[in-house]
């Protein structure tokens, strides 16, 4: 099992032009904690809605890598997004679910898939082109190598531990976040 | 625009709304079009999927074109949902999305459940959609006349997208036409 911040700050090394969406709670304190960034994204509610908000970001800017970092929790909420994904079929699209099979945000109830629902058999489902989990750090290179260059749509089950660990918490006005994000981008 | 596109309209649906309402799109730079499959908006979505400048994402449900319109504004493009009111109904929290981060958006709904409504099932989300719709903070406008849709939503659109304000239109059964349930 991985400790999801390690995990996380792995990932985004080096992170270079990626644009990356995170999802409520845990998701977007992972990313926060692995360093403030203006091409972060960070959602605080809408939950079910961050695969999609990938999506859009990659039909807009396909010569650009769009990753979704979310939770089970809000990936259950918005399976059907997957199939969405699965007819367009973004090729700069990666999403990496940060699965604790809990909903930490309140009070670790768990989610289905502590009951073995298989979000990586739902993406192969949906056509993605690559989906499978991970539980070992040391596959988080090759997971990070995939998000800059792997065909999508791509899934990663990232197996996390179910350790509560501290907040992290950036900035929270929509706006700002925003408005950050789209002057990076253009900049860049 | 093609030149002839083959739709099955029922007998009193008014076909040059939807083009007035696509011809807008394109005025404006809409770049990507959500929507749920739906009846009063056939001959739009197939304007829409005829169009190379335009990435239709059909929906398996409304509340993800939401993100979808947040998405692609990030990214630098304009984006236009297609839904019936039943759908809107679907979106409320993910509503709250375009409010906190000032996404500009422009939402065409097809109204079930008002004038002529055969399925009694639909009346219920028909009679709150526009309350609905005001409550998560847009500004709605209701078209009854096929002869305004070009002028609305026009206007609406330049709001929309020039101010990142959240708009939409309600298209009434009296514009769209009643369903036809024998055939």
Redesign the interface.
Known sequence: MLDRRDFVRELLIGRGDLLVVSGLGSATYDVAAAGDHPLNFYLWGAMGGTAMIGLGLALARPQRRVAVLTGDGDMLMGIGSLATIGVKQPKNLAIVVLDNAHYGETGMQASHTKSGIDLVGVALACRFKQARAISRIQDAPDVRKLLHSGEGPLLISARIKEDDVPRVLPMRDGHAIKQRFIAALNSA | MPAEINVHTPTDIKPSWPDAIYRQFQRVGI??VGYVPDAGHSRLIQLCQADNAI?D?????E???????????????R?ALLMQSSGVGNCI??F??LR????GCVVLVTMRGEFGEFNPWQVPMGAITEDVLRLSGFLTYRIDDPDTVDDLVGAGCDMAFDGNLQVVFLLSQRLIGRKQWVR
């Open positions: 770049r990507q990435a994402v059909v929906l398996t449900t509340e993800e074109g939401v993100g979808l319109v947040a998405g692609a504004a990030l990214g630098g493009q984006t929290n993910m709250s999305l906190n981060c000032g996404f």
